[in-house]
């Protein structure tokens, strides 16, 4: 018995969800919020991310947040909501290139064929779409990779070929046939581990949820998790 309680010592020591210490819960919140202009942007969340969504970031000036850190959210969120507009163009290409499979047909699709499905082509027209509202918040920040990925958005013209060439995992570009790639037909990266994220009315940005969830951990607000 003494065995088995040493052993469940050491198991209760190591929980990931136990609640921290109340000096190491000082000290890291003093590394997070303590001094300089990260840490200015840490507390900004931490006050009044809370009340933040999505929406309001782009249209409104919150109260409180600095107009570098507004034009650096802006563009966070406007990049991830681009991105998701391109992810469902090919998400159309990976359907129509599996309803191919299904019916006996070979895996693999001409762009030419790609640009004549309805579907396809309304998902394009929608990426341009998005990208020309995310075109002055991708500016503004002046982000080198959103800004290079705004680029191959912006137009019609040749948008299925940039995205194949950019993706290359679901889907793949083999002179000017879109053929399925090593990840074709799996589920998103990471989609199971979201399940039990912290979530924010900001979801572009999960890094807000996150530094909101430390927030309430480093209060002690984990122990009643920690206890259930």
């Avoid at 074709?184 to 399940?195: K, N, R, V, W, Y």
Wanted: include cysteine; aromatic fraction near 2%; hydrophobic fraction near 45%.
């Amino acid at each position: 018995m003494e065995g088995r309680s040493h052993e469940w010592r050491i198991h209760d020591g190591i929980l990931p969800r136990a609640p921290l210490p109340e000096a190491l819960r000082a000290d890291i919140g003093r590394r997070i919020y303590g001094e300089g202009a990260d840490a200015a942007r840490r507390k900004t969340v931490r006050d009044h991310g809370r009340r933040w969504t999505s929406q309001a970031l782009l249209d409104q000036e919150p109260a409180g947040v600095a107009a570098d850190h507004l034009v650096d959210l802006r563009g966070g969120i406007a990049t991830v909501r681009l991105r998701d507009a391109a992810l469902r163009v090919l998400g159309a290409v990976e359907a129509r290139i599996a309803a191919r499979r299904d019916a006996g047909h070979a895996p693999a699709l001409t762009l030419t064929d790609a640009l004549a499905d309805e579907t396809i082509r309304e998902r394009i027209a929608a990426c341009v779409a998005q990208a020309a509202f995310a075109a002055p918040h991708i500016e503004a920040a002046k982000e080198s990779d959103s800004l290079a990925f705004l680029k191959d958005c912006r137009s019609p013209d040749g948008l299925l070929e940039r995205l194949a060439r950019r993706d290359g995992v679901v889907i793949v570009l083999r002179d000017d046939v879109l053929a399925p790639g090593p990840a074709f037909g799996a589920a998103p990266p990471g989609q199971d581990d979201q399940e039990g994220a912290p979530r924010s009315d900001v979801p572009e940005l999960p890094r807000i949820a996150n530094l909101l969830a430390l927030t309430d951990d480093l209060a002690g607000g984990n122990q009643g998790r920690a206890a259930a």
